[in-house]
């Protein structure tokens, strides 16, 4: 088991441009998480599908950020118009998805935006 | 507002020693309190948890205590060795409501040899 697999690990734009992340979940887990790790904020939670579906994005910015999930192997976050403050490690995480809020969350590595 | 307060924001301590990490919430309806260890370059990875029904949680060298009335927490680290140094974040959630963890801003622990 790979575990979580998120790609890019780096990801540099300029102002103005779009960023795709991409993010695959364990297998067999249909819970998918995005959180995004500033210095600042610390762990902030931003958007999670159960089965595919999206079920709550309270933490996702209205404007410029959307996230999907197409197949339960594969979810993508896509930032348009990035901008200086978006610069940070988005996290993306999975759970079974059988035992609610208080399953185990199994984080990848990260992909690390920086917004010229 | 932070729902979840971590304190100190950095802890030094010897090899061999006791690290106590404390942390606070604010919202009576949080009953999972689960310890997330990161180490640089990668993701958080569960260390322990415990639920509001329970008063203490123990697993090997790592003990949560849990003061329900004082909305209080705390992580103990007994014997610390060099490779428990990483930042250590206290996280809330409640079960039976939306399943976002919210998270505490992290306590960076350094363990001197």
């Known amino acids: 088991n790979a575990g979580v697999i998120q790609t890019p690990r780096h990801k540099v734009t300029g102002k103005g441009q779009e960023a795709t992340l991409w993010c695959e979940p364990i297998?067999?887990?249909?819970?998918v998480f995005w959180y995004r790790q500033t210095i600042v904020q610390g762990l902030e939670f931003l958007t999670y599908f159960r089965n595919q579906a999206p079920i709550d994005d309270s933490g996702m910015p209205k404007e410029r950020f959307s996230a999907q999930m197409p197949n339960q192997s594969h979810s993508t976050l896509k930032i348009q118009s990035t901008q200086p403050q978006d610069s940070a490690v988005y996290l993306c995480a999975s759970s079974a998805g059988t035992g609610g809020a208080a399953e185990t969350l199994y984080f990848g590595s990260g992909t690390r935006l920086t917004v010229l | 507002q932070q729902q979840v307060r971590q304190s100190p924001q950095s802890l030094t301590v010897w090899e061999g020693e006791t690290a106590i990490l404390n942390c606070s919430y604010e919202?009576?309806?949080?009953?999972?309190f689960p310890w997330y260890q990161q180490f640089p370059g990668e993701g958080p990875a569960l260390l322990i948890s415990i639920r509001s029904v329970s008063d203490k949680k123990e697993d090997g060298r790592f003990t949560i205590f849990f003061n329900k009335r004082e909305k209080k927490l705390s992580l103990h680290i007994t014997d610390s060795q060099p490779g428990d140094s990483a930042t250590y974040f206290c996280a809330a959630s409640d079960s039976s409501g939306s399943w976002q963890l919210i998270f505490g801003s992290g306590t960076q622990l350094t363990v001197m040899p």
């Open positions: 919202d009576s309806t949080f009953n999972y």
């Open positions: 297998s067999g887990h249909s819970a």
